[in-house]
């Protein structure tokens, strides 16, 4: 069996399509909900499982994406495709914006700007705890090897603060992605529309994975909310939840080298009968 796609960073029989226009033609889905729907019986059953396990498997957060833009017509199957996501009596919690070209150049512009400027920095704050307000442990020691696993690709020290936040300001260029994405949530909606939201960005990184593509969702947007909001003339009604770097990844970055460990199954997963 041979997946639909090859990831940048995997030999495979089978390679990533060679452009955009190409994966567009190989990997664009039928849109619709319910009428794409069939039983999964026999061999049919076998590579279905397993184009959608390699596409969950193959997914990383990358940090460094080639210029060859990224169709709309794609991005659109691809937001299409995950609004198939479960919500909560079907209330689709999520609002996304497409940025590309000059959009995605005045916003990156701007949130630069913020970022690389400390006084301006410092009047930025999330409006939501993404993180725990305490770290204990397992977590602590799982978000510090992630970190120091990626500073160690790319050479950065402990002591090296300025490299540190050059890299940490790359976030703010959607890593150089050619399509950068926005998703927002209306204000007066609760936690359990936040978990569906998570579903949906799930949805859109999977899919990205079947047609080649790469992601790497970013909660550092986060913070510079209202820098966001006022470019983009969001309503008062919307919050920023995060954003995501969308296209094709860099073979050649040395950060997209960064496999990250996921703990064993019996460590988290409780069977009983």
């Not at 470019?231 to 990844?249: F, I, Q, S, W």
């Amino acid at each position: 069996m041979k997946p639909l796609y090859q990831h940048p960073h995997k030999d495979a029989a089978q390679p990533l399509p060679q452009n955009a226009a190409e994966a567009a033609d190989l990997h664009s889905q039928p849109a619709s909900g319910e009428g794409t729907h069939r039983p999964m019986t026999g061999d049919d059953a076998e590579q279905r499982v397993a184009h959608v396990d390699e596409a969950i498997r193959s997914r990383r957060s990358i940090r460094a994406y080639l210029p060859t833009p990224v169709p709309q017509r794609m991005v659109a199957d691809i937001l299409t495709v995950a609004s198939r996501a479960p919500s909560g009596s079907n209330i689709q919690p999520w609002q996304t914006y497409v940025l590309t070209g000059q959009a995605l150049t005045a916003l990156t512009s701007r949130l630069l700007e913020a970022f690389n400027d400390p006084a301006q920095r410092l009047m930025h704050q999330e409006e939501y705890a993404y993180y725990p307000r305490e770290w204990t442990e397992p977590y602590q020691a799982r978000r510090r090897k992630v970190g120091w696993d990626l500073y160690g690709l790319l050479g950065i020290g402990r002591a090296d603060k300025d490299r540190m936040q050059g890299q940490h300001a790359r976030n703010f260029c959607f890593f150089d992605a050619p399509v950068g994405l926005i998703f927002t949530i209306d204000r007066h909606l609760e936690q359990g529309s936040w978990l569906d939201y998570g579903m949906f960005l799930q949805s859109v990184m999977v899919a990205a994975r079947a047609r080649g593509l790469d992601t790497c969702p970013q909660a550092a947007f986060a913070t510079f909310h209202q820098v966001i909001a006022a470019e983009l003339r969001l309503p008062e009604t919307r919050m920023v939840v995060c954003g995501m770097a969308l296209g094709y990844a860099d073979p050649k970055a040395i950060e997209n080298q960064l496999v990250t460990e996921r703990a064993p199954l019996d460590e988290w997963a409780h069977f009983r009968s």
